[in-house]
């Protein structure tokens, strides 16, 4: 199983991106997925998540600016980010819960600047 997240990159404040995870080895289906980030110093935190039920939900400090979603022909995960801020750099990465076992993928580095 492999994920592989992309769509990183230099940012400035206000600005968008979109990432996305490709799963190989395995397939998203409507298993839980999320994604989430650790910043310099700090532990990995989630940003936002679909549940196995489909219920969506998003940090509070992103909740209005990022949207998930999943493209389950393509068997992509995305996330498009908006409204960036400086806060929201970090290194981000996709998760599958599939079969009680949690995937993650490499990381894409996202960088905001002031």
């Known amino acids: 199983v492999q994920l592989q997240a992309s769509g990183g990159g230099l940012v400035q404040a206000g600005g968008s991106l979109r990432l996305s995870c490709a799963a190989s080895?395995?397939?998203?289906?409507?298993?839980?997925v999320g994604w989430y980030r650790q910043a310099p110093g700090k532990q990995r935190e989630v940003v936002a998540r679909?549940?196995?039920?489909?219920?969506?939900y998003y940090a509070d400090a992103v909740e209005g600016r990022f949207t998930i979603s999943r493209d389950i022909v393509k068997n992509t995960l995305y996330l498009q980010m908006n409204s960036l801020k400086p806060e929201d750099t970090a290194i981000y990465h996709c998760n599958l819960v599939k079969n009680r076992k949690e995937n993650w993928g490499q990381g894409t580095q996202v960088t905001v600047s002031s």
């Open positions: 679909i549940a196995s039920d489909r219920t969506p």
């Open positions: 080895g395995t397939t998203f289906g409507y298993n839980a």
